[in-house]
């Protein structure tokens, strides 16, 4: 991981597409990989050291990196639901391979190896089997020279005189073995000084963060690799955090257990907020969550975190977050320590913002044998990442893996949205509920939408119009020149009408998350039968409240 091994040795940098978020393959993996491989080409060999490194892709891809080498890349293809491995050339010479292959005329050798793809006059010989689209291995009759995809059936390759048979990806005649006497102990020996010098300024931050800012702490723990890891350091640096745990209602069965079991083991408080059927019941209004429309992580975490720090810890918390700089380009720009607008009274902490995954790996493998401790479950049945389990930031690969018991009851929301919008068959069959506004590769799929009139609650909004002045309530709801019908007509000035269209949006749709009542420094705001309300006797009118709504950012699924 360092510029040095803890030999002394110099280390040789590896070349990786960035961003570089690498992480171990677990035995499962591997055994993906291996199996994907021989229903391509034949036999593989893997070391018991292998790593993957996420790529951009429509779904899960991931370069596979043995011996310090890229040997390839294994993808999840969506249309045809199936796993294909490509690989390199120099690994693909050593692979039993006896089928996906295409052998080159040995004229047109020097110039696939020079910068040519293979044209259909260059092909000398072809597997059977092999259709266009398909991952193949080019040889020049004895050694792999090349690796692409083709771009015919293998049939037509042989019969045809022109056009492109291979499009190459990747060329040239290195020759590499494989070297399998090293295992993760192995690894974690060579990276020791490496790890234990982040660890020390891990430490050396979280007690800075704590003598200056003097308030409660937490280890916002998701039974996640990396709040495991953010928990060690703090144990590490002689803390005993309680774990503030918030079940969302959609977690896995081994993620809650998992939570458990470390409070348990070290003796720590567990304050365990558990959301119930808020999902469930916001669904309906707002739609599927989609990765450009994540309602559910304000109703069904912010929410609550903010009405439980309200009632707990008013002067303020710190909350030890396990973010990391390489999840995404939100959590990038967040820096180690920031204050979410979502959450008043939380300040949030990563002394891990800038790790790798690897990073937490190797420090996991480290300590949690010291610790006795063991990371999810899940981890070693092929997830990359926990979170909630319908969370649209999952790939479809994902999806597959491991079904939750109540999948069915979310598959039946799912039917009914694209019965009532009107929707192409393909939304269901690649999960495009996952995005709001749809992807590149699916801009064709039809979604014609549904004209929806917005319900009107006269006591409701009647309530909480004295968010921004006392309420004179008659026939009609008036604040200072506003003016509002029963049936919901708003006369007022276009300024005030847009901020008494937006109250009456919060009064009819409130989900009950919380997020209001945090921000309200007079205890004005209350939850009445799941839904904010205000007492009328101790608002101030201040408007502080006014911010950030699930309700009014996200809105409902259908509006554009």
Avoid at 277 to 292: H, I
Wanted: positive net charge.
């Amino acid at each position: 991981m360092g510029k040095r091994c803890s030999c002394g040795n110099e280390a040789r940098q590896v070349k990786i597409t960035p961003p570089g978020d690498i992480l171990p393959a677990f035995p499962s993996d591997i055994s993906q990989i291996k199996k994907v491989i021989k229903k391509q080409f034949g036999d593989a060999i893997l070391p018991k050291i292998v790593i993957l490194n996420p790529l951009p892709d429509i779904d899960r891809m991931e370069e596979v990196i043995i011996n310090g080498r890229v040997a390839g890349a294994i993808r999840y293809n969506i249309f045809k639901k199936e796993y294909t491995f490509l690989p390199r050339p120099w690994y693909a010479n050593l692979l039993n391979i006896k089928k996906g292959y295409v052998v080159a005329d040995k004229g047109a050798v020097p110039s696939i190896l020079k910068s040519s793809n293979l044209m259909a006059p260059g092909v000398k010989e072809v597997a059977d089997g092999i259709k266009k689209g398909d991952e193949v291995i080019v040889f020049d009759g004895k050694k792999v020279i090349a690796t692409g995809r083709a771009y015919m059936d293998g049939e037509e390759m042989v019969e045809t005189r022109k056009g492109m048979a291979v499009k190459i990806r990747w060329r040239g005649m290195e020759k590499h073995k494989i070297v399998d006497e090293k295992d993760w102990d192995d690894v974690v020996e060579a990276n020791k000084h490496f790890i234990y010098a982040k660890i020390r300024k891990a430490k050396k931050f979280i007690k800075k963060i704590l003598n200056e800012k003097k308030l409660p702490y937490v280890v916002s723990f998701s039974g996640g690799k990396d709040s495991l890891a953010t928990l060690f350091l703090l144990l590490d640096s002689g803390y005993k955090p309680p774990l503030f745990f918030i079940n969302t209602g959609l977690e896995f069965d081994e993620t809650i257990n998992n939570v458990h079991e470390v409070a348990k083991k070290f003796n720590l408080d567990l304050i365990e907020v558990n959301c119930g059927d808020a999902f469930w019941k916001a669904l309906p209004f707002f739609g599927p969550p989609a990765r450009d429309f994540r309602w559910c992580c304000k109703t069904c975490k912010l929410g609550p975190a903010t009405l439980f720090i309200k009632n707990n810890f008013p002067k303020g918390i710190i909350s030890f977050i396990g973010q990391r700089r390489y999840e995404s380009e939100q959590r990038a720009k967040k820096g180690n320590v920031w204050i979410n607008p979502w959450v008043p009274g939380q300040i949030g902490v990563s002394p891990i913002q800038q790790w790798t995954a690897l990073h937490v790996w190797i420090y996991l493998f480290l300590k949690s044998e010291e610790y006795n401790v063991k990371w999810n479950k899940l981890y070693e049945q092929g997830f990359h990442r926990i979170g909630c389990w319908l969370c649209p930031a999952s790939d479809l690969a994902e999806f597959y893996l491991k079904k939750h018991k109540d999948w069915e009851r979310f598959e039946k929301e799912l039917k009914r949205y694209e019965r009532e919008h009107n929707l192409d068959k393909k939304w269901m069959e690649y999960a495009l509920w996952r995005w709001r506004k749809k992807p590149s590769w699916a801009k064709d799929f039809e979604e014609k939408g549904k004209e929806r009139k917005m319900p009107f609650d006269f006591e409701r909004v009647a309530n909480l119009m004295n968010c921004i002045g006392e309420v004179r309530l008659g026939k009609e709801i008036k604040v200072g020149d506003i003016r509002i019908t029963k049936e919901g007509e708003i006369y007022a000035g276009e300024r005030d009408k847009k901020l008494a269209d937006e109250i009456i949006k919060r009064a009819v749709f409130c989900v009950g998350c919380g997020i209001c009542v945090g921000k309200c420094k007079f205890n004005a705001i209350s939850l009445k039968k799941g839904k904010a309300w205000i007492d009328e006797k101790k608002c101030k009118h201040c408007m502080d409240c006014i911010g950030e709504c699930p309700v009014v950012v996200f809105g409902r699924r259908d509006e554009y």
